[in-house]
């Protein structure tokens, strides 16, 4: 295991920039996942550190080696594919067996080690299998086995788990972190499913349009995205437009003034967003005293999710908000076209220039 | 795959119903006349007359087996055929490849490049090489009027010209046979053999041959078979004296009006290709299974 360190990468083509100046650093043994939506640029950055595409500028440092020119066989990175891409020719074993014969390994050393690998991922007595006679789960399994075996520097997983489903998928991501951790695995992941993301990482890069947006742990992404983009990325978000009137104040394009964290200057009236997350506002069917900001609005759409319930509520012509509250036992829930009041602090809400 | 499908009543007669038409057109036009060429085969026939008597005898066989000319003419024609279909091969390799993993918009334009010179007949493409070849053709002309070479150099009439010829009619099946399989196989997994540490000869041994294998043994199936039946370029750019089985059965057919040995001549033709198919893919499946 190594440290990877990526250094101002650049890849364009043509005017196209699918990855604009991204530099990162994974400490060994850190699981780092870049999320992202499709095309932001998180893919061709993993693809770039494997080897399979040569950056336009910038730097790939492994343990402390520049590997940016070497061709992907000479990296010793273990990838898993998101098609798996097991070599359907060849059974389990020889699957696993497949990089460390690469290595030129001697035999009983190489039996040894794929005998390792496979209890590892506990996939024991599976290796005469081809991979068309496995699961899905079992298959990716495999193909985690496989970039194991050769006890890569650096870990890639390209979207590992998108072709599982659903129930299997939250197994597979404890699995996989646990054994992540364990062996001290210096991991990037790439996915654009942000459960998954902060299930798994150390730590998460958010990436758009090719640049990276903000780094950090869940937490930071979470109560202080760096921009709208990222709290409505990260979380769920709902927003109110309008501008900042003052340092503190901020005023809806349906003319409510509300009460926003401090610190936030004025941009000179430029069109800015309130960010709120629905879970933090509270809703009443009276006024709510000690917060502040308690407004009336209108019911007009409730969804039940069960554990939790949506309520979209009406604030003036313009603005719309989304609370989301605990389906208690009990609890207060209103009705389609009731009139309820809701509440929130200022430290639940970011202001963000848009 | 394993599939169970409820069959609604009725299903099993549509579907006769429907191969019928192709069943009964390969009767009878495939295998009627081969049962019959087979029994003319067994016939003796009176070279002074030119008539075809009634008998059941293997005399036409032995007469192939014993005359040199014959024999020669059946050795050249599968070391021709497999000379063209393993070039085919080599060349088509990589133009598949490239065809099967390129994703531009303008792919079907060069699949249809590549279907091209199949719209022009055989015999219309050896009469052109005819006068690019010939001795006073396009290319002895060009390199004499270069200087480059004092005295043509013979090309046409040689067993190279029907060799050349033989491989630009067969190469369009093979890169279209290799295309259709490579396509199939995930890039993904060419990738992972280079994660692993694979070189990418070591990749296109361990991976990508193996895959492909139904691909190559199909374009090689296509490509001998055609080979070994070829007429027009052989009779066209072989000149008299280069002998391949399908003019010589010809020639037996029309000329001589030998039935009975044209048939004789035909048969060994089919078995010959048949057996030597057979041999071949029994072998590399053995290999591959390995």
């Given amino acids: 295991m190594a440290e990877l360190q990526i250094q101002k990468l650049v890849k364009r083509y043509g005017d196209f920039h699918a990855v604009r100046d991204v530099s990162l650093t994974v400490a060994d043994g850190e699981f780092l996942v870049l999320l992202g939506p499709s095309g932001c640029g998180k893919t061709t950055t993993l693809r770039m550190v494997a080897g399979f595409i040569e950056p336009t500028a910038g730097q790939v440092r492994l343990g402390g080696t520049d590997i940016t020119s070497l061709p992907p066989w000479k990296r010793n990175a273990g990838m898993v594919f998101q098609s798996y891409a097991l070599f359907p020719h060849l059974t389990v074993a020889q699957n696993v067996a497949f990089g460390l014969e690469m290595r030129k390994a001697a035999r009983p050393e190489i039996d040894k080690r794929v005998e390792e690998t496979l209890a590892l991922v506990r996939l024991e007595g599976y290796g005469g299998r081809l991979p068309r006679q496995l699961s899905g789960g079992q298959q990716q399994r495999v193909a985690l086995a496989r970039a194991l075996a050769i006890h890569p520097d650096v870990l890639l997983l390209d979207e590992p788990l998108s072709n599982l489903d659903a129930k299997l998928r939250q197994e597979v991501r404890v699995e996989i972190r646990e054994l992540q951790q364990r062996m001290g695995l210096t991991t990037v992941m790439v996915t654009h499913d942000q459960e998954e993301a902060l299930t798994m990482a150390d730590r998460l890069v958010v990436m758009s349009e090719g640049s990276v947006r903000q780094v950090g742990s869940q937490r930071d992404l979470y109560e202080r995205p760096a921009d709208r983009f990222v709290a409505g990325f990260v979380g769920r978000s709902t927003f109110l437009d309008g501008t900042v009137e003052a340092p503190g104040r901020f005023r809806t394009d349906g003319g409510l003034s509300l009460t926003c964290a401090g610190g936030q200057v004025s941009n000179g009236g430029g069109k800015a967003s309130l960010s709120l997350r629905p879970e933090r506002l509270e809703v009443a069917a009276a006024p709510m005293a000690g917060l502040d900001n308690c407004l009336p609005g209108t019911v007009e759409f409730v969804s039940y999710l069960g554990a939790m319930i949506d309520i979209h509520v009406r604030l003036s012509p313009a603005d719309r908000l989304v609370v989301q509250i605990a389906n208690r036992e009990g609890g207060f829930t209103p009705d389609v076209g009731q009139t309820v009041h809701v509440g929130w602090r200022a430290s639940a809400g970011q202001v963000f220039n848009k | ?290």
């Avoid at chain 2, 991976?207 to 052989?234: D, E, Q």
Wanted: some cysteine; overall charge positive; glycine content about 6%.
């Fill in chain 2, 1 to 290: 795959m394993s599939l169970v499908v409820d069959k609604p009543k009725g299903r099993g007669l549509t579907a006769s119903a429907l191969l019928a038409p192709a069943t009964i057109f390969i009767v009878i036009s495939l295998f009627a006349p081969l049962g019959i060429l087979f029994r003319y085969s067994l016939n003796d026939f009176v070279p002074q007359t030119k008539t075809m008597v009634e008998a059941l005898t293997t005399v036409q066989y032995v007469k192939f087996f014993t005359d040199p000319y014959y024999v020669s003419a059946l050795l050249t024609t599968v070391k021709v055929a497999l000379i063209s279909s393993i070039s085919c091969l080599i060349l088509g390799f990589p133009l598949a490849y490239v065809l099967a993993r390129m994703q531009s918009r303008f792919k079907p334009l060069l699949i249809i490049a590549i279907v091209l010179p199949l719209f022009v007949g055989n015999s219309v493409r050896a009469a052109g090489w005819m006068v690019v070849f010939g001795n006073k053709g396009f290319v002895n002309a060009s390199l004499m009027g270069l200087g480059l070479i004092h005295q043509s150099i013979e090309i046409m009439f040689t067993e190279k010209a029907v060799i050349i010829g033989i491989i630009a009619v067969d190469l369009p099946f093979m890169v279209l046979s290799l295309q259709s399989v490579i396509e199939g196989i995930d890039r993904a997994v060419e990738e992972a053999a280079f994660s692993l540490g694979a070189p990418p000869a070591t990749m296109f041994r361990r991976v990508l041959w193996p895959l492909a294998l139904p691909g190559i043994l199909g374009g090689m199936i296509l490509t001998f078979i055609l080979a070994m039946n070829a007429y027009a370029t052989p009779f066209l750019l072989g000149g008299p004296t280069f002998k391949m089985m399908a003019p010589v059965i010809y020639n037996e057919f029309t000329q001589k009006t030998n039935w009975p040995f044209g048939a004789a001549v035909a048969f060994i033709l089919m078995a010959v290709t048949l057996s030597l198919t057979l041999v071949a893919n029994l072998l590399i499946q053995r290999r591959s299974t390995r």
